[in-house]
């Protein structure tokens, strides 16, 4: 399996030209076999980059904005009680900071995504899932931070860090119970982040970072595949899942959030990781082509696919075609393999000469069957 790319342009004249001038230049072409160089990298990912850059300047302006909607809220009822006790928790350490949380949604994956190359061994099989992680974890943050600056909410310390200052009659409202954070006596810093609840940032990065993990080991480990892995696989699967969940969790522990504030961030982590990863993969759930790394240079349409045996596992025929890696192309097309075996829907036959390899497909048809309904 290579290190992916060579380029080329399409400068061919088109013969239906009537004039016979050349025809519109094509898009660039990608070898996703061989790696290339870090100019013909750039060519490909500038614009990604770019936009990148874009986003991450708009996020941190919002970011040090002060929330931006005025909330009224009730302190005290006429005989001194506070009306709402769930926001009036003390203010305590993050057990897990917004820094931690952010860093392990990143620098888990990429360790992960790097020892799996021991066996994938693809330069676009790599650069497609930091790639499809960034697209993941950069557009949730943008997603909550616009959410924490437009909506927010309270925090459940937000009346300790508040200190409402009030005086019977002096509000707004029937009855004038009602107050917003003009009444505030504390900190104007604590105060402005303690109005910006929802949702959870902690949550959302986890959840964008895990879930894509998860999703990428699941191709790679062929855990819901055409054979019965072993149970270490499944637990690895889900091992990301139980990461993210416990940092969203610690939240709620710590009192920084409201399980509501968590359940948001969990919703819109994953849904941003299940679409990131679709773009850059041939699919998510169909277990023939969930491995491909997607080319930017056309569709892919199953047929003579390159990388498609960039998989981790080596059970049941995956990844075992080819055992050369480098520049050349790693496998051969299985139907110039002699040997497979022979019935797909009983996964019988007979293989001939020592070379033979199992097919995961079964029988001699090509990788995936060219029809839409194969590609999810």
């Known amino acids: 399996m290579g290190l992916t790319s060579r380029f080329q342009r399409n400068n061919a004249t088109d013969p239906a030209s009537p004039t016979g001038s050349p025809a519109r230049e094509g898009p660039l072409v990608m070898n996703m076999s ?51 006790p769930q926001f009036a928790y003390p203010m305590r350490n993050e057990i897990v900071p ?14 992960i995504f790097l020892i799996c190359q021991v066996r994938v061994r693809s330069f676009w099989d790599l650069n497609n899932a930091i790639i ?20 927010g909410g309270f925090r459940p310390h937000f009346l ?21 954070r ?20 902690h949550s959302t990065a986890a959840f964008s970072g895990f879930v894509f993990l998860s999703l990428y080991l ?42 509501y504030d968590c359940l948001a961030g969990a919703i819109i982590g994953t849904v941003m990781a299940f679409s990131a990863y679709r773009m850059v993969y041939a699919s998510i759930w169909d277990w023939r082509t969930n491995h491909i790394p997607l080319n930017r240079a056309g569709p892919f349409n199953g047929a003579g696919t390159e990388l498609k045996n960039a998989v981790f596992t080596r059970q049941a025929g995956w990844g075992v075609a080819g055992r050369r890696f480098g520049g050349k ?7 110039q393999q002699s040997g497979v075996v022979a019935n797909e829907g009983h996964g019988q036959g007979s293989s001939s000469g020592p070379a033979s390899v199992r097919n995961p497909w079964g029988g001699s048809r090509s990788y995936v069957r060219n029809d839409p309904e194969n590609t999810v």
């Open 34 to 84: 061989q790696r290339p160089t870090f100019g013909q990298w750039i060519r490909a990912t500038w614009l990604d980059l770019v936009t990148m850059v874009i986003m991450g300047v708009i996020g941190l302006v919002v970011w040090k904005a002060g929330p931006a909607p005025s909330r009224s809220f009730p302190v005290y009822f006429q005989n001194g009680e506070i009306v709402y």
């Open 98 to 111: 917004i820094w931690a949380a952010t860093a392990l949604a990143l620098v888990v994956p990429i360790s």
């Open 132 to 151: 499809g992680l960034s697209y993941a974890l950069l557009t949730t943050a943008i997603f909550q931070v616009i959410l924490k600056w437009l909506i």
């Open 160 to 180: 300790t860090v508040c200190k409402p200052s009030v005086q019977q009659g002096t509000g707004n409202g029937l009855g004038q119970i009602m107050y917003d």
């Open 182 to 201: 003009r009444v505030c006596t504390g900190d104007q810093k604590e105060i402005d982040d303690s109005l910006e609840s929802f949702p959870s940032g």
């Open 218 to 259: 699941n191709a790679k480990l062929k855990v819901w595949s055409n054979y019965h892995p072993a149970m270490w696989k499944l637990i690895a699967i889900y091992a990301p899942i139980l990461g993210a969940t416990l940092i969203a969790g610690a939240l709620t522990i710590d009192e920084y959030h409201n399980w």
């Open 329 to 335: 192309q790693h496998v051969a097309d299985h139907e």
